[in-house]
């Protein structure tokens, strides 16, 4: 008979592409998940892995394993799912979620709270992870629920086995120095910006190959990208401190943004759309989940 934890392995190198890759997510070590799936390989009386390189590939008996052991990994996760919700009278379980910085701050914490007197029995993990990070995670049951963004122009890649769900939507703003000559205006010309030093993300994010590109198509400049963090707080602080001048989305800017000019770029609208990500089979405590984030995104401060 097949071992679920030995097919569970399975899938998990062929999500990660190579042993080690398993390894180290799993807490295991190479070796042990080798042998692991040694023992699998006699129990199906088939090869399932051949080499490639450094990397592995599953054989066609791997591709069929992993493609059951897929529904039944989630026949189990429901089960378990069912028999907390008996044994509690409603959804409980844990929920794993992974969000965004900001929409950490603004949307997973609020809904944690709320959740704690709606639905006390579901135990909620939540973790600062990028979407391109949480997707595969998301797949393989490590995580259930994922909170992304994307931004106007820059698609993210499509996930035909999960479910996708709009949060909502989020202008960007050009936020400067208070006492910048150009915010004296209510719509600022990005073209008039161009000796302005900015404060982006780092290089290969999704905030910064917005910032690049719009200072391109809207400013006909290249942008002097002075400053870098991956925290939207310490680059607002950036601009309120070093004279830079950043582009930071409402989720950021909601709850007041004292000694910076907030401003809309007179060009034209700029854009991002927060979303959710789970699997398609929703267990009743990740509905319960979902429901939250959707009332906590509704009720996010916003810009006028």
Do not use: K
């Not at 990660?16 to 080798?34: D, E, F, K, Q």
Request: with cysteine; charged share 25%.
């Amino acid at each position: 008979m097949l071992d679920l934890h030995r097919l569970r392995l399975l899938r998990e190198v062929h999500g990660r592409g190579t042993v080690h890759g398993a390894a180290r997510a799993l807490g295991y070590t190479p070796s042990a998940i080798s042998q692991q799936l040694s023992v699998l390989e006699r129990e199906a009386g088939t090869p399932l892995l051949e080499r490639i390189g450094r990397n592995v590939r599953l054989t066609a008996a791997g591709q069929v394993l992993v493609r059951h052991a897929a529904a039944l990994l989630e026949g189990v996760e429901a089960a378990e799912a069912e028999l907390a919700t008996i044994a509690a009278g409603r959804a409980a379980g844990v929920v794993r979620v992974a969000a965004f910085q900001s929409a950490f701050l603004r949307i997973v914490a609020p809904a944690v709270r709320a959740l704690a007197v709606s639905h006390p029995e579901i135990r909620i993990e939540a973790a600062e992870v990028e979407v391109e990070q949480a997707a595969p995670a998301l797949r393989l049951h490590q995580l259930d629920v994922v909170v992304g963004d994307e931004y106007d122009g820059q698609p993210r890649a499509v996930h035909a086995d999960l479910d996708r769900e709009r949060l909502l939507r989020e202008r960007i703003r050009v936020v400067l120095p208070a006492d910048h000559p150009e915010a004296a205006v209510e719509r600022v010309s990005l073209a008039r910006l161009a000796d302005v030093p900015w404060a982006a993300c780092q290089p290969g994010t999704g905030h910064r190959e917005m910032h690049v590109r719009v200072c391109r198509e809207f400013g006909g400049f290249e942008p002097d990208l002075r400053y870098s963090s991956d925290d939207f707080l310490i680059l607002l602080e950036l601009v309120r401190t070093t004279g830079a001048g950043a582009l930071l989305p409402d989720l950021v800017l909601g709850y007041g943004a004292p000694g910076v000019a907030v401003r809309l770029p007179a060009e034209g609208e700029i854009g991002r759309e927060i979303f959710l990500l789970t699997r398609r089979s929703r267990t009743p405590a990740v509905a319960a989940v979902a429901a939250a984030l959707r009332v906590a995104a509704d009720e996010s401060p916003r810009n006028d």
